[in-house]
């Protein structure tokens, strides 16, 4: 039986891995991060509150005790150098992720962290393998009818995201009858869509389109829709969402295709 780390970060997804690890009666541990807020449903578990620079000693700990495999879960925040604190083990790997930090962009750094654990015996799990029924299939996802003009859009904006994906700026973008409203970068997915609505036209149907990125480890940082997303979606002027088929993250799924549902706002897989 798998016993399964789980570098904790915040947000709903841990509360999903964690009720399907219990269900399924697999051991885990949660290594959750200073200044990293979790919900505390979190705090009840297994869990102990670490250092960013002491993370390499708790793995190493965990390891001797048999885990060996390892789930990157929830939002965690990008450390500081401050914050870093290294003790003797994480201090030989310092110089190097300061580099890969100092670089920038989120896959570059979330490639470096998942080779590191690898070279140190632990298997990194893709959240597909822990919960699939959280992913959703390629195509028109609701009953709503598209027109060619939506998937003309779609197919422009899936071009466009996935040529600027190189330089590791964001997952998404708004465009509404071919024109690209905002493109997502620090602000991230809300706040795009709460900037667009002052630009679109209000009798043409806009899309959030929230794409994975051409090559990116798909072991983290998924590209991730809540019920929140769309319910800015539908405060904000959105008609619907593209997404990677097979590669999104929907938090409370059943919840979503029911907001859909209930308000006109459409899936659409690529």
Same mark, same amino acid.
């Given at each position: 039986?798998?016993?399964?780390?789980?570098?904790?970060?915040?947000?709903?997804?841990?509360?999903?891995?964690?009720?399907?690890?219990?269900?399924?009666?697999?051991?885990?541990?949660? *290594?959750?991060?200073?200044?990293?807020?979790?919900?505390?449903?979190?705090?009840?578990?297994?869990?102990? *509150?670490?250092?960013?620079?002491?993370?390499?000693?708790?793995?190493?700990?965990?390891?001797?005790?048999?885990?060996?495999?390892?789930?990157?879960?929830?939002?965690?925040?990008?450390?500081?150098?401050?914050?870093?604190?290294?003790?003797?083990?994480?201090?030989?790997?310092?110089?190097?992720?300061?580099?890969?930090?100092?670089?920038?962009?989120?896959?570059?750094?979330?490639?470096?962290?998942?080779?590191?654990?690898?070279?140190?015996?632990?298997?990194?799990?893709? *959240?597909?393998?822990?919960?699939?029924?959280?992913?959703?299939?390629?195509?028109?996802?609701?009953?709503?009818?598209?027109?060619?003009?939506?998937?003309?859009?779609?197919?422009?904006?899936?071009?466009?995201?996935?040529?600027?994906?190189?330089?590791?700026?964001?997952?998404?973008?708004?465009?509404?009858?071919?024109?690209?409203?905002?493109?997502?970068?620090?602000?991230?997915?809300?706040?795009?869509?709460?900037?667009?609505?002052?630009?679109?036209?209000?009798?043409?149907?806009?899309?959030?389109?929230?794409?994975?990125?051409?090559?990116?480890?798909?072991?983290?940082?998924?590209?991730?829709?809540?019920?929140?997303? *769309?319910?800015?979606?539908?405060?904000?002027?959105?008609?619907?969402?593209?997404?990677?088929?097979?590669?999104?993250?929907?938090?409370?799924?059943?919840?979503?295709?029911?907001?859909?549902?209930?308000?006109?706002?459409?899936?659409?897989?690529?």
């Amino acid at each position: 039986m798998k016993k399964i780390v789980l570098l904790t970060g915040g947000g709903d997804l841990p509360i999903e891995v964690i009720r399907k690890l219990v269900k399924k009666k697999i051991s885990f541990f949660c *290594l959750i991060f200073e200044k990293n807020p979790v919900s505390k449903m979190i705090l009840k578990k297994n869990h102990k *509150l670490i250092n960013f620079g002491k993370i390499i000693s708790e793995l190493l700990k965990l390891k001797n005790l048999g885990f060996n495999h390892v789930a990157l879960v929830g939002n965690l925040k990008r450390p500081s150098i401050s914050d870093l604190k290294p003790d003797f083990n994480s201090a030989k790997i310092i110089p190097k992720f300061v580099k890969v930090l100092l670089e920038g962009g989120d896959n570059n750094l979330l490639n470096f962290c998942i080779n590191y654990l690898n070279n140190i015996g632990f298997h990194v799990l893709d *959240l597909r393998k822990i919960i699939p029924e959280n992913f959703l299939s390629s195509g028109n996802i609701t009953k709503i009818n598209l027109s060619k003009k939506i998937i003309d859009d779609i197919k422009k904006g899936k071009t466009i995201l996935d040529c600027i994906s190189k330089f590791d700026i964001g997952q998404s973008l708004v465009i509404q009858s071919g024109n690209i409203i905002g493109i997502e970068a620090a602000q991230g997915t809300d706040k795009l869509i709460k900037d667009s609505y002052n630009y679109l036209n209000k009798n043409e149907k806009s899309i959030l389109i929230k794409l994975a990125k051409v090559k990116q480890n798909l072991k983290a940082d998924l590209p991730t829709i809540g019920v929140k997303t *769309l319910k800015n979606c539908n405060k904000f002027g959105i008609s619907g969402i593209a997404y990677s088929a097979n590669k999104t993250l929907f938090i409370n799924k059943q919840e979503i295709l029911k907001y859909c549902k209930q308000n006109n706002i459409f899936l659409y897989g690529v």
